[in-house]
């Protein structure tokens, strides 16, 4: 079964930059809307972006608006999360997931996940 694997997390400063990618060997990410979620320890998971199957419409979350952009290549099975002016409160673990139809912000929604990558934003 195909499978969404995220990569790109790791430990940055605040007010640094991470890129986050989600690929896939099959085709859900051509077929489907796309939403990149976090989690933090002891948190609900959350959408912090999302974005519709054509990528003409994306959303997010308020906290990250004009700091987060989500992207798409379909061309490359992938899906992107370019994560700028990194704070200490965007510290989770960051997940891709896979939807038919319309975006959501509802995370049992989606029936497509990958395993996560973990973003640490600490001096």
């Known amino acids: 079964q195909a499978q969404l694997v995220e990569s790109g997390g790791g430990l940055v400063q605040p007010g640094g930059s991470l890129r986050l990618s989600c690929t896939s060997s099959?085709?859900?990410?051509?077929?489907?809307?796309m939403g990149w979620f976090r989690q933090a320890p002891g948190k609900q998971r959350i959408l912090v972006a999302a974005?519709?199957?054509?990528?003409?419409?994306?959303n997010y979350a308020d906290s990250v608006k004009g700091r987060f952009t989500i992207s798409r290549d379909s061309a490359k099975n992938t899906v992107y999360l370019q994560m700028n002016n990194l704070k200490p409160e965007d510290t989770a673990v960051y997940y891709c997931?896979?939807?038919?139809?319309?975006?959501?912000?509802?995370?049992?929604?989606?029936?497509?996940w990958g395993r996560g990558t973990q973003v640490t934003v600490s001096s």
């Open positions: 974005i519709t199957k054509g990528g003409g419409t994306t």
């Open positions: 099959g085709s859900i990410i051509s077929d489907n809307a």
């Open positions: 997931a896979a939807r038919y139809g319309s975006t959501t912000t509802i995370a049992n929604q989606y029936p497509r």
